[in-house]
């Protein structure tokens, strides 16, 4: 009877542990996202203000120039939305994986062929490498499309003129190996432990540069 009520209380006791984890967690979670949320909306009510208030003294390159700033910080409003509804939708049901078999280098050629138009602008590469007798793999399909447009959106962002991503799949032992690398700055030892955390951001030169969530690898953990 000791020993049951020792267990029963040890329970309880990891319970109560993980409650505070979760409540730690949340509230995280709701600092970072009110902070991600405040910076564009204010950017964006400045800019609409200053465009409002001065309208007459301001020149057509100013206006444009505004409205751009505008545009961009909505476009990160929708992106850190769309990424924080992803998260909660695989959180709030992880059993929803919906398997299939599917040919992984075509899937991997279309994303390819989809980031090349922006990684031209950049002047990055992208290539592709495998061998046309690939098997069919079981996963599903747009969980592992969105794995892939993650890291390799992520490689872009981290890359300069001239650099490289390249996308291999390799069988091995009647698996497919899929290795995703890029030329780009790479990423510090001190941050690897923490790539994967929601809404960390590395705070080399080129993540200030980036328009990144900080949710696209934890989303890409969660799926994996």
Known sequence: LADTFNSMADKIEQNIEKLRSVEKLRRELIANVSHDLRSPIASIQGFVDTILLKKEKLTEEQEVKYLE????????????VNDLFELSKLEANPDQVQPEPLQIAELVQDIA????????????????????????VYADIRMTDRVFQNIIDNAIKYCDRGDTVTIELELQNQEVMVRIKDT???????????IFTRFYKSSNNAATKTNSTGLGLAIVKKIL
């Open 69 to 80: 700033i505008i545009q961009q910080n909505t476009q990160n409003l929708s992106s850190l």
């Open 113 to 136: 062929d989809k980031f090349r138009i922006i990684a031209r602008d950049k002047n990055i590469s992208i290539n592709t490498i495998f061998s046309k007798n690939l098997p069919m």
């Open 184 to 194: 780009g700055t790479g990423i510090a030892s001190e941050a690897l432990p923490y």
